[in-house]
C-alpha cells in the first residue's frame, strides 16, 4: 500500500493544501492519504490566540471530506495526543509500525522540502518515506529544487519526486489569516472550513449568528454535515426558492428553511437526545428508537436558538421529516422541496416534480403516500404524523372535514 502523509499546522487548512492533496494522490497513485496535523511544530511557533490543537483538526476533518476521493482520505490526531514537538520522524516510525508493509511518502510544500536536512533525524525520515514536495509556483520548479533533489539523494539515499501543480492557489496560511481579520480570504477556503471559522469566532472573525448573511449562513450549514449532504441542501434551497415564487410564499424564509434543515443531521443519537433535553422536545416512543427522525426537530431548535430564524421557519424545519395535519404554506413547500429535490432519483419523482406546480397539496399529499409505502416496504414503522398529514389532504381534496 502507498501511503501519503501531509503534516503541517494547517491554520487554517485551504484551497491550496486540498488541491496539493488531491493532485499528490493521482500524480504518485496513493492507495491512502492522511492529513497529520501538528500539536507543537518544531521549527515555528503558532501565533497566540489562534485555534487550539483540537480546532485545527476539526477544521482539517472538514476540508478533507470534500475531496474527490473521501475514502482515500483519513486525518490522524496522532501528533496531538503525542506529548511535546511534533518530529516527523518519530510520526514516521510511528506509522511504519502500525503498518510495516506500508510504502510512506512525506509530502511538503518547497520550503520545508529545501530545509529537510535541517530537520531533525533526517537519515531516519529519507530512510523511512519518500519525499515528495509540491512546486507552488513556476519559479518553484527550477535549478534550486533539482539541486536539493540531488543533494538528499546522495546525502541520505532518498527518493525525492517533485509535483508542478498545474493549478496554483497561491496563497500562504500566515497570508489568509491576515485576509480573515480584515474581512476577506473566504474565496481561500472550503465553505464548511470558512463555516467552522464563523462558529468557532476564529482568526478575528465575528458574526451575530443570529442576522448571518445568506452566505455565511451556507457556509456554517455546510460546516455541521457531510459533504455529501451538501449538494441535498443546495437542491433544497434552490427548490424551495422556486416553488415560494410560484406560490406565493415568503423566499427569504424559504431559502433560509431550506439552508439549515439538515443542519443537525449527523449527530449521534446520544447528541440529539441531549439536543432533545436542552430544548424540552417531548419525544414518542418511535422517535426515541429512531434517530433519523430526531434531526428535524433538533435542527429547527438549533436554526432559531443559534441562528435566530423566526417561529414559521421553526415550524417549517421542524415538520420537514414526518409532515403534520394542517401544514402552513411555508412547511408544505419545505416538505416537498426536501422530497423531491433536483439530486432525487427515484421512480415517480419527475411527476411529482411537475405536480408540485401544478398543485401543492396533491404532491404533498403524493409525497406522504410515497413515503408511507416506502416505510412499509421496508417494513419499518410508520410515523403518525405522516399518517395524519396524509389523511387531512385527503380530506381536503374530497371537500370532507378530517377526522
Known sequence: ???????????????????????????????????????????????????????????????????????????SGMELHRPGKSYTADTLEQLQAADPEAELWLLMGTDMFLTLQNWREPEVITRLAGICTFARTQSDSGELLETQARYLQETFGARTCVLQLPHIVDVSSTQLRELLAQGKGQAYLSPAVYGYIIRQGLYGVHYDLKQLPDRELRACSYSMIRAKRIAHVQGTEEEAVRLAQRWGADE?????????????????????????????????????????????????????DVYGVSDDVYEAIFWHTTGKADMTLLEKILYIADYMEPNRDFPGVERLRTLAYQDLDQAVLAGCEMSIQEMKDRGLPVHPNTVRARDWLRSKSSGKEPC
Open 1 to 75: 500500500m502507498k501511503l501519503g502523509i501531509y503534516g503541517g499546522t494547517f491554520n487554517p487548512p485551504h484551497l491550496g493544501h486540498l488541491a496539493a492533496a488531491q493532485f499528490a494522490l493521482d500524480a504518485l497513485n496513493l492507495d491512502r492519504l492522511e492529513f497529520v496535523p501538528a500539536a507543537a511544530p518544531p521549527h515555528k511557533t503558532l501565533p497566540e490566540g489562534g485555534p487550539s490543537a483540537e480546532q485545527r483538526l476539526e477544521m482539517v476533518e472538514l476540508a478533507a471530506d470534500g475531496l474527490l476521493q473521501p475514502k482515500k482520505v483519513s486525518v
Open 252 to 304: 427569504e424564509k424559504a431559502r433560509r428553511g431550506a439552508i439549515l434543515h439538515d443542519c443537525t443531521k449527523y449527530l449521534t443519537m446520544e447528541e440529539q437526545l441531549q439536543l432533545c433535553r436542552k430544548y424540552g422536545i417531548v419525544l414518542d416512543d418511535l422517535e426515541q428508537q429512531a434517530v433519523k427522525l430526531l434531526h428535524a426537530k433538533t435542527g429547527a431548535c438549533v436554526a432559531r
